[in-house]
Structures are given as structure tokens and as C-alpha cells.
């Protein structure tokens, strides 16, 4: 047990091309249960490294109390290269274990763990009496075991003590209320124009009278230049109190961030899908040459209005089952299989890996849809949220993850398939950007075929039938 807390005193990490988070205190008592939170690249690695001593702040103090242990277990395990991604972690998990650790420093430690590990990993932490501090995105764990959550947004860690239930219900709340006044902020602006230009009228009016007067020699010259001086410096200082009134609500503006959201518009319209069977498997079998069948018995069907989620352990032929979906060459399969065309099926994985990393976020969007004008394609990337120059003409291999994300959800928008095939696509994403790909998915008006772990994530999407590999793996 841990006597003295660990104590962080006006830490700032800065990036030669940006600021993760600068003038953050905190004290971590033991037994905390803390989550970093946050968009991908906004520093939550990178406030883990801080903690463990393997970075130093750019400025401020991190004191860790001598008797401190701690085990900590990285995003990307290197070591045992020959295993699975959850096998590795959970190798990693166990070495961390065995020093006997009072703080326990995981980095998205769930991201590769099928639903038995996923369960094993929850009751562990349960378990684990000591400190926790995580670097998560999953909803579960962030419901299960954790107390207090750290949000880094916009260079700032804002803290919120409680559940992650009350964490959201707190985060809507203000959401509403930033929206109300963003309206009131609005209007006021608008106000402060308008009385911007009627003073500028109202001076314009005055000068004009004072011209036709001095031209009757109504007034002496004398009168006049003083009269014009009190009339322009009268204006001058209204003028400056406007505007200054006008900025201050332009800072006001520019420092309330919503979290945008994304509304698409499908190529596809739900009217077009008709209600027939899209996808027929009967007695099926797949494996590879020279190999036993990995699957056999296999037994699914799927019809244009469904949703279905493929579940099973790691390395349990869920990924193979998918292959033979979409005719992957290197997977045999039997019995009889009724399939869509391939140029009706889209597929998406945890890596994008169909993402044309050679072309800019423009030209992947205007090779499916050659027929749309340019400000058609812009229009629709900005749809999704890309809409600087600099964003719409960045190379695709530069992207970030939600990047990629978003740009792939505008792809299946552009040219939307009547089957889409997700393959743990929610591995690996913020939070913000995992809710962009759930309000999009829950519009898709097309057929969902989905491989994941994250039992809250399919809940979101609203997949209504499950099937179990270890129903159609071959005993031996």
C-alpha cells in the first residue's frame, strides 16, 4: 500500500507541432481508479508515459513516492511475436502482474481480447486492490472499473469524479447548454453588427448635415471644427465599444467546442433495398489447402433489412468465415452458399485497410463517383468533417485513425453497398469519433455483417441476430 499519493504539479507536455495539454495538477491517491480520455493524438499515451518516468514534462513536477511499484502494459506489445494480439497482452498482463505492482498503468489493454479475455480482464481489475490508471475507449471497462475520469481536450485534462454513466449525463447537460448559449452568443453578435452599422449610418447622416449647414454658413468655422471633432471622436469611442463588445463575443464563440456531428446522406435509399434474402449459407465448410476444414456445419442467412453480429474467441475462423464472403481465393469452401456480387459488398477493418493510402481524402472520394462535380465531392467530405483545404488535398497514409474512420464512412456513403462487412472497426477509436461511426451506422440503410467484441458497440448499432463460431468449429 501506498502512504503518500502521487502528486503532479503543473505538468505541460508540448510537441514541436502542438500542445498535448500544459498547467495540469493532480494527486493520485492509492486505490484511484482513473481513465484517460480523449481524441486519438490528443496525449493520453503520452500522459501514461508521463506517469511511468519514461518522458518528462516540458514543464512542471511528477512525485512518485518511493514505495511505489508499478506494472505497466503498453497499446502494442512487441515481444511474442508469434502469438495473437491477445495473447500477447495478455503475456504482457502477466509479466506486469508478477512484479507485484501497487499502480497498474494499462494502455488500451482491451482492444484485441475476444469476450472470455475481455470478462477474465474485467474481474482481474475487480480484483486488483491497488491503483489503476487506464488509456481506454471501451464503455464496459470504463463502466465497470473506473472512478474518475481525466478528458484531455484542447490542451487542457479536465477532471470529473464519478461513474462514466454520470460522466455522460454531466457531458449532456452541458452540451445543451453550450447550444443555448451559442444561440444567445449568436443573436447577441448579430446585435452588436446591426448596432454597429446604424451608428456608422447615424454618423454618416450627421456629417452630411454638418457639411450643408457650414456650406450656409449657418454655423461659424470655428463652431464647425469643434462640433466636427466632439461628433467624430463621439463616434470613434462608440464605435470602439461596439466593436470591442463585438470581439469579446467572437472569443466567446471560438472557446465553447462542440463535439460536431455527422449526418449522412446514402447513396442507397432504404426504398431501394426491398425485404429478400441477401446472403444464404447452407451446410457450409471453409479452411485452407492442405489443411482439415476450420469450419464446418455452417448454417447462416441474412436479409436486407438485418443486422447480425459474428462472435467467437481469437483465432476461431471468424476472419477466415469472412474471407470466404468475399471470395478470398485462398480459402476452399463447400456446400452451398448464395452470395451478393462483390461491387455490392463493402468491407471495413480496425486498419482501413482498403483505403487507397496513395490518393488525397479528394481523389478517394471522387474515383467512386466520377460522375459528381467537385463541389459535390467537397460538399459530401464535408459532410463528414473534412473541410479545410489542407484536410480535403492531405495525402490518405497521413491520416489519423478517426481520420480514416470518417473518410471510410464517406466512401460507403458515396457508393453505398447493400451488404457491409465490419471487422472490429471499433477497435482503436476515441470516443468521439466511435460515436460519429455509430450515428452513421445506425442511418446505413443497407445490411450490417459485424465481427466484434464490444457487446455495447453492437447493442448501438442495433445488430438483432448473434452467431457463435464454436457452433461450426470441426472437432477433432
Known amino acids: 500500500m501506498i502512504h503518500k499519493p502521487i502528486t503532479l504539479k503543473n505538468i505541460s507536455f508540448s510537441l514541436p507541432h502542438k500542445i498535448c495539454f500544459e498547467d495540469f495538477s493532480a494527486q493520485i491517491g492509492y486505490g484511484n481508479r482513473i481513465a484517460i480520455i480523449g ?29 511505489v511499484t508499478l506494472g505497466y502494459v503498453p497499446q502494442v506489445v512487441e515481444e511474442f511475436d508469434t502469438f495473437s494480439g491477445g495473447e500477447r497482452l495478455n503475456k504482457a498482463l502477466t509479466q506486469a502482474l508478477n512484479l507485484n505492482p501497487n499502480v497498474l498503468l494499462l494502455d488500451e489493454p482491451t482492444n484485441h ?8 480482464l474485467m474481474r482481474m481489475l475487480d480484483r486488483f486492490p491497488g491503483t489503476l490508471i487506464v488509456v481506454s475507449h ?64 447615424r454618423a454618416s447622416q450627421s456629417q452630411a448635415k454638418g457639411r450643408k449647414l457650414i456650406e ?17 471622436s463621439s463616434f470613434g469611442a462608440k464605435k470602439a465599444a461596439l466593436g470591442q463588445k463585438k470581439q469579446d463575443l467572437t472569443d466567446q464563440l471560438s472557446a465553447l467546442r462542440l463535439p460536431e456531428v455527422i449526418a449522412p446522406t446514402f447513396s442507397l435509399q432504404s ?70 456480387k462483390s461491387s455490392d459488398i463493402g468491407y471495413l477493418d480496425q486498419h482501413y485497410g482498403t483505403l487507397p493510402h ?17 463541389a459535390e465531392v467537397r460538399r459530401h467530405l464535408n459532410d463528414f468533417l473534412f473541410r479545410k483545404n489542407e484536410e480535403i488535398t492531405a495525402p490518405v497514409s497521413q491520416l489519423s485513425g478517426g481520420e480514416k474512420a470518417r473518410l471510410s464512412l464517406a466512401q460507403i456513403a458515396a457508393k453505398t453497398p447493400h451488404l457491409l462487412i465490419l471487422d472490429e472497426l471499433s477497435n482503436n477509436l476515441d470516443l468521439e469519433t466511435r460515436e460519429h461511426v455509430i450515428n452513421v451506422l445506425k442511418a446505413y440503410p443497407g445490411a450490417l455483417l459485424v465481427i466484434s467484441h464490444d457487446e455495447d458497440f453492437l447493442e448501438a448499432i442495433q445488430v438483432e441476430r448473434y452467431y457463435d463460431v ?6 477433432a
Open 39 to 67: 481524441q486519438n493524438g490528443s496525449g493520453k499515451s503520452t500522459l501514461l508515459n508521463l506517469l511511468r518516468g519514461a518522458l518528462e514534462p516540458t514543464q512542471g513536477e511528477i512525485h512518485l513516492p518511493e514505495d
Open 358 to 374: 496513395e490518393l488525397s481524402v479528394l481523389e478517394s472520394v471522387a474515383d467512386l463517383v466520377p460522375s459528381w462535380p467537385h
Open 138 to 201: 471501451d464503455v464496459e471497462l470504463l463502466r465497470q472499473s473506473i472512478h474518475t475520469l481525466w478528458h484531455i481536450d484542447q490542451g487542457k485534462v479536465h477532471v470529473f469524479s464519478g461513474s462514466y454513466d454520470d460522466y455522460k449525463r454531466e457531458s449532456e447537460r452541458k452540451r445543451a447548454g453550450i447550444e443555448k448559449e451559442l444561440l444567445t452568443l449568436n443573436r447577441q453578435k448579430k446585435d452588436m453588427h446591426q448596432a454597429l452599422m446604424q451608428e456608422q449610418h
Open 271 to 340: 426504398a431501394e433495398r426491398g425485404d429478400r434474402s441477401l446472403l444464404s449459407i447452407r451446410e457450409g465448410a471453409v479452411g485452407y489447402a492442405g489443411q482439415p476444414p476450420l469450419l464446418t456445419d455452417i448454417t447462416l442467412s441474412l436479409h436486407s433489412r438485418e443486422r447480425i453480429a459474428v462472435l467467437g474467441e481469437n483465432g476461431s475462423g471468424k476472419t477466415t468465415l469472412i474471407k470466404a464472403i468475399l471470395n478470398d481465393p485462398s480459402v476452399i469452401k463447400t456446400g452451398e452458399w448464395f452470395l451478393p
Open 216 to 232: 450656409q454658413r449657418k454655423w461659424p468655422t470655428i463652431q464647425s471644427a469643434t462640433k466636427f471633432g466632439r461628433a467624430a
Open 113 to 120: 481480447l475476444d469476450r472470455h479475455n475481455r470478462k477474465s
Open 470 to 475: 464454436e457452433n461450426w468449429r470441426r472437432r
